[in-house]
């Protein structure tokens, strides 16, 4: 069964510190693995796309990392600001081309940044 | 560039009524999907619509529909409104296939 998996749940970090979020997957065949970010009350806001390929891919303070064999992802920020709390939502495309219905959502973790 | 438009962006209904709930994708932008978010689920998807083709639907009830007009513009319909229909309803558009998504701010529907 195709399942994404985030750790951890929520986080509580001080202001400055960096963090890792981590995903873990379980999806075939594998097309492309996303990171969104989503404040309360709004919609999701895309942060980086992956695909196989690719082992790294970085959005100012936010570095995705992503492990093919290891079917992991991890999510990293540095020098976290208040503005970076947020739900973190890791999703996995389930196929090449095809509908957004193969996307495989994970639950989020939810970050919490504080001065 | 304008972005993906919902509305109403907050409902309130009582049990057995029906709902509308209206998407404005991305100029150009030919595919649009539907999520319902709850705290305990995430989001879940409801259907996607291309070119006003129903492209894959998720594992909603009978309740849940939607359409999409020749301008793009899409709408999604839950009939017979129950407690738990209660959630975030967030449209995405993308340019299609499984490119990237573009959210709008979403519907939040209560159920009383």
């Known amino acids: 069964k195709n399942q994404v998996e985030q750790s951890p749940q929520s986080l509580i970090i001080l202001e400055g510190k960096n963090c890792t979020l981590q995903c873990n997957y379980t999806v075939s065949p594998f097309s492309n693995l996303r990171w969104y970010k989503q404040d309360t009350g709004r919609g999701p806001v895309s942060l980086t796309i992956?695909?196989?390929?690719?082992n790294t891919k970085s959005n100012g303070r936010y570095t995705a990392t992503l492990d093919a064999d290891t079917k992991q992802s991890s999510l990293h920020i540095t020098a976290s600001q208040l503005s970076d709390s947020a739900s973190y939502i890791c999703v996995v495309s389930a196929r090449l081309g095809g509908s957004q219905g193969n996307l495989i959502f994970g639950k989020g973790t939810k970050l919490s940044v504080k001065p | 560039k304008a972005g993906v438009t919902q509305t109403p962006r907050y409902l309130i209904k009582t049990r057995g009524q029906q709902v509308t709930l209206s998407c404005s994708p991305i100029?150009?932008?030919?595919?649009v999907s539907w999520y319902q978010q709850t705290p305990g689920q995430g989001l879940q998807f409801l259907f996607e619509y291309f070119s006003e083709t129903q492209r894959n639907k998720g594992n909603f009830p009978g309740r849940f529909s939607g359409r999409q007009f020749s301008n793009s513009r899409s709408e999604m319909n839950v009939s017979t409104l129950e407690l738990g229909d209660s959630a975030l309803y967030l449209c995405?558009?993308?340019?299609?296939?499984?490119?990237?998504?573009?959210f709008g701010e979403g519907s939040r529907l209560t159920v009383l």
């Open positions: 100029s150009g932008h030919r595919s």
């Open positions: 992956m695909t196989f390929s690719e």
């Open positions: 995405a558009s993308a340019l299609g296939g499984t490119g990237e998504l573009f």
